[in-house]
């Protein structure tokens, strides 16, 4: 096996990271497996809450590995993913026949960049198209049909937003053009130039201005591939048009911590978990928004979705704490491996009680990779 991409972090720790890629080819192509089946076996007039959340952490998974990895490519699109599968499976649109088409698409799209990684071709797969469907479904448009041909679907860009974009203090100066190469390879994401600093702004931090129609919450996790979100910085670009400002100003100017009942859906939405039915507090925070409303009362006469388990059985988790779960649980997998890899070169009586540590370690990463 060859591999094209190294990370700043397995360089700056003295690893070749190159040595571990099998593991995240493995996992990833076991999350797009049942990314497929659950997609294909979704019911698109009543998907249940246990579906959506499988769903949606086989692409997240996908997306922490690849990242961790540095595959930039396979990142940028299983974020673009996430994003609609998280409308999704909070009831802020409804799957239709060609989303689940589009999503299927992009799954054959990320096992085409895997067999590429693998094989060690440099040659990108063009998600163009792909990426443009996806995003028009999660800005709940009518997603443009993806063309035969597979060229680059153009979509109206409304909401246009110009932004000052403030990052650092940023332990390289090259995370810098590293964020702009990020948003020149996402479509959709906006385009992103460095501007002059502020008279007073942190020398090691960065000012860049940004023109889109992403939300903040979209760019601080497209930006947190590389940099920290608590040091990204988000306001309205000064003396922009009196409407983007105004638009832009609706939205706080420093990224907040999520609040402490937003919940991934990680562990009641698992499979082969008990269902995660809504609670009341949540219930009531979907119709507070506009999105929620509107689905409330389109359909009236849909009866309520059955609530057979008790409040006992559903875990709530922030989302800074499943995100770091799940970097965790690539540190662990990665550090399992090298151990092994280690382990060879020991006499025969330690190394036959290392392995029998190492296998219980593995069997401890599979349960808690299942859980």
Same mark, same amino acid.
């Given at each position: 096996?060859?591999?094209?991409?190294?990370?700043?972090?397995?360089?700056?720790?003295?690893?070749?990271?190159?040595?571990?890629?099998?593991?995240?080819?493995?996992?990833?192509?076991?999350?797009?497996?049942?990314?497929?089946?659950?997609?294909?076996?979704?019911?698109?007039?009543?998907?249940?809450?246990?579906?959506?959340?499988?769903?949606?952490?086989?692409?997240?998974?996908?997306?922490?590995?690849?990242?961790?990895?540095?595959?930039?490519?396979?990142?940028?699109?299983?974020?673009?993913?996430?994003?609609?599968?998280?409308?999704?499976?909070?009831?802020?649109?409804?799957?239709?026949?060609?989303?689940?088409?589009?999503?299927?698409?992009?799954?054959?799209?990320?096992?085409?960049?895997?067999?590429?990684?693998?094989?060690?071709?440099?040659?990108?797969?063009?998600?163009?198209?792909?990426?443009?469907?996806?995003?028009?479904?999660?800005?709940?448009?009518?997603?443009? !049909?993806?063309? /035969? *041909?597979?060229? $680059?679907?153009?979509? %109206?860009? =409304?909401?246009?937003? +110009?932004?000052?974009? &403030?990052?650092?203090?940023?332990?390289?100066?090259?995370?810098?053009?590293?964020?702009?190469?990020?948003?020149?390879?996402?479509?959709?994401?906006?385009?992103?130039?460095?501007?002059?600093?502020?008279?007073?702004?942190?020398?090691?931090?960065?000012?860049?201005?940004?023109?889109?129609?992403?939300?903040?919450?979209?760019?601080?996790?497209?930006?947190?591939?590389?940099?920290?979100?608590?040091?990204?910085?988000?306001?309205?670009?000064?003396?922009?048009?009196?409407?983007? !400002?105004?638009? /832009? *100003?609706?939205? $706080?100017?420093?990224? %907040?911590? =999520?609040?402490?009942? +937003?919940?991934?859906? &990680?562990?009641?939405?698992?499979?082969?978990?008990?269902?995660?039915?809504?609670?009341?507090?949540?219930?009531?925070?979907?119709?507070?928004?506009?999105?929620?409303?509107?689905?409330?009362?389109?359909?009236?006469?849909?009866?309520?979705?059955?609530?057979?388990?008790?409040?006992?059985?559903?875990?709530?988790?922030?989302?800074?704490?499943?995100?770091?779960?799940?970097?965790?649980?690539?540190?662990?997998?990665?550090?399992?491996?090298?151990?092994?890899?280690?382990?060879?070169?020991?006499? /025969? *009586?330690?190394?036959?009680?290392?392995?029998?540590?190492?296998?219980?370690? +593995?069997?401890?990463?599979?349960?808690?990779?299942?859980?």
């Amino acid at each position: 096996m060859t591999a094209q991409t190294s990370t700043d972090s397995g360089a700056s720790a003295g690893i070749d990271l190159a040595q571990f890629y099998q593991v995240f080819f493995e996992e990833a192509a076991e999350n797009l497996a049942q990314f497929e089946q659950l997609v294909v076996t979704l019911d698109l007039h009543d998907p249940d809450d246990e579906t959506l959340n499988a769903i949606f952490r086989c692409a997240h998974s996908i997306k922490g590995g690849a990242a961790t990895f540095g595959f930039a490519d396979l990142a940028a699109l299983t974020h673009i993913m996430e994003t609609l599968l998280d409308k999704l499976r909070r009831h802020e649109t409804l799957p239709t026949r060609s989303m689940v088409d589009t999503l299927l698409s992009a799954g054959d799209a990320l096992q085409a960049m895997l067999q590429r990684r693998q094989a060690g071709d440099t040659e990108a797969v063009d998600v163009a198209a792909l990426q443009a469907a996806l995003v028009s479904f999660a800005q709940d448009e009518a997603a443009p !049909a993806l063309a /035969a *041909a597979g060229k $680059p679907v153009k979509t %109206a860009a =409304p909401g246009m937003r +110009e932004l000052e974009v &403030i990052a650092g203090p940023l332990a390289h100066p090259s995370l810098a053009a590293d964020l702009v190469e990020l948003f020149a390879e996402i479509a959709g994401a906006g385009q992103l130039t460095v501007t002059d600093a502020l008279a007073d702004q942190d020398p090691l931090s960065v000012r860049f201005k940004l023109s889109t129609t992403s939300s903040d919450g979209d760019l601080l996790d497209l930006c947190g591939f590389h940099v920290p979100r608590e040091q990204i910085r988000i306001a309205p670009w000064p003396g922009a048009d009196s409407d983007v !400002a105004a638009s /832009a *100003a609706e939205l $706080p100017a420093t990224p %907040a911590p =999520p609040p402490a009942e +937003e919940s991934y859906g &990680i562990f009641s939405g698992a499979p082969g978990a008990p269902g995660a039915p809504a609670t009341p507090g949540s219930m009531d925070a979907t119709a507070a928004t506009p999105q929620g409303a509107a689905a409330a009362s389109a359909d009236p006469k849909k009866p309520a979705r059955r609530t057979t388990a008790t409040a006992e059985t559903t875990i709530r988790v922030a989302v800074d704490k499943v995100d770091q779960l799940i970097n965790l649980m690539g540190e662990l997998v990665i550090t399992q491996a090298m151990l092994s890899q280690r382990a060879v070169g020991l006499d /025969a *009586a330690s190394r036959h009680q290392l392995m029998g540590g190492l296998a219980d370690l +593995e069997r401890t990463t599979r349960d808690l990779q299942d859980s």
